[in-house]
């Protein structure tokens, strides 16, 4: 066992006794030097000491301290992409150090680079960064890393009627048609991620059809060879690309034109209507570069109908038209009310939500079993009027929004909003509703009077 002691002299601990007598020692030196012994140590002063060779089996074996006096890596600067990484290498001099050879590897950066206890330095975003190499003795030597990041490319082609597949653009370019009144009857979008992991995910409401499961790289959605329309597109991205990049997109719409830009799985288009999409231009921007509209999308949420005296079922009206007459004197006389395209409201799932209603029936009262999505409420055939009405929603769209409505009264008019199942309409007067108007609204937006929604007479 060697030991350094100060003043030069290494002091070497024997395996056993040492004999007192100095020739029996029986050791040499690679190099002259001061030798000394006690009972149970070799005490040897030599600055320049390398080894001892040709000892006897009293003494362990051993070498003398050589320390780190270098170190130097295979490249002192290095540039690299994001997700990639590149293996530095250090070296030691001198190579027979006695010190452990042990490398301590660290990034000044680590949001732009790190490295492992090997020396495998990996791009994490673009910037600079320091690989520093670090010995056992403290001496270091660094690396001055660049991160490039290579930005992501997107494509996309349109199916239009009459003409087919058009040929691939990027960048906000136009797809489609304008001013021709050709409808998109598919779509295809691909992405080169280039340095970022993900890829994009999209989907349309097709004619007939509604909407489509998502497809992601260069898969069609939509149809061909059936003339349906694609009527709106929701398009999103995964993985990485949705960390650093926004999709945005706008469509062109038969009767609307171009709508407002939409973004991040929103729904770009329009439902209800039946218009047809005639363009899309879609586009990557850097995360949180780009503001949107609010008219990305046009559609109707509460759809209803009535029957009216005399007239019979009227057309559908949607979100707060009026459906019924004024000034005609005709009593309404039944109902229906459904929630349409729910996937537009704010592009959350509502899938478990409805509205349910009930009427007062003139010699009837109150229903006594609410209706909902598209039942009816009141009767035909009976020239019965309704005189008032309660109209509720369910699931989670209830903790979000209000169903709000108004009716029309004989001798009152138009009376006050009510919403959420209170009472619009009157009772007790033997008053015919002549019309209602419905609406969905984020909740708390308006306010409303009960008292002033619904007389009672006293």
Known sequence: MLENLSNGWIKIQSDGPLSTNRSTRNFTSTAAGTYSYSRDYVYIQNTNFKSIVNYDKYYSPGSAIIPITGVTLSSTSLS???????????????????????ITWSSSDTNVATVDSNGNVKGINAGKATITATTSNGLSTTCALTVNAVAP???????????????????GTTSGTVGQSLRIEGLKLDVDPGTY?????????????????????????????????????????????????????????QHFGWLEWA?????????????????????????????????????????????????????????????????????????????????????????????????????????????????????????????????????????????????????????????????????????????IEIKLVPKGTITTNTAAAFKIAV
């Open 80 to 102: 690299i992409n994001r997700n990639s990484t590149s293996k530095l290498t250090a070296t030691i001099t001198p190579t027979n150090t006695t010190n452990s050879k042990t």
């Open 153 to 171: 490319k997107l494509s996309y082609s349109t199916h239009v009627q009459s003409i087919g597949w058009q040929s691939y653009v990027g960048d």
């Open 263 to 435: 973004k991040n799985g929103e729904s770009a288009g329009s439902a209800t209507y039946g218009y047809r999409m005639e363009a899309i231009e879609v586009k990557l921007v850097p995360k949180g570069t780009f503001t949107t509209g609010t008219n990305s999308y046009e559609s109707r949420n509460v759809k209803y109908n009535t029957h009216v005296q005399s007239f019979g079922w009227q057309a559908y009206a949607y979100d707060g038209e009026l459906s019924g007459t004024v000034g005609l004197a005709k009593r309404l006389e039944a109902l229906t009310l459904s929630l349409t395209d729910l996937g537009s409201v704010d592009n959350l799932d509502y899938s478990n939500s409805g509205i349910t209603y009930r009427s007062h029936v003139q010699k009837i009262g109150w229903e006594t079993t609410w209706k909902s999505n598209g039942q009816t409420s009141g009767t035909t055939g009976k020239g019965l009027r309704l005189e008032a009405v309660q109209i509720k929603l369910t699931g989670d769209l209830a903790a979000k929004y209000d169903i709000v409505y108004r009716v029309h009264v004989q001798h009152f008019g138009w009376l006050e909003w009510a919403k959420n199942g209170e009472s619009a309409g009157s009772e007790g007067f033997g008053y015919r509703m002549e019309a």
């Open 197 to 253: 992991s993900g890829t994009i995910e999209y989907r349309s409401q097709v004619q007939t059809y509604g909407w489509q499961d998502w497809v992601t790289d260069n898969q069609i959605t939509g149809t061909t060879g059936e003339a349906k329309r694609l009527e709106a597109i929701q398009i999103r991205l995964t993985g990485e690309l949705a960390q650093y990049f926004d999709v945005v997109y706008r469509v062109h719409v």
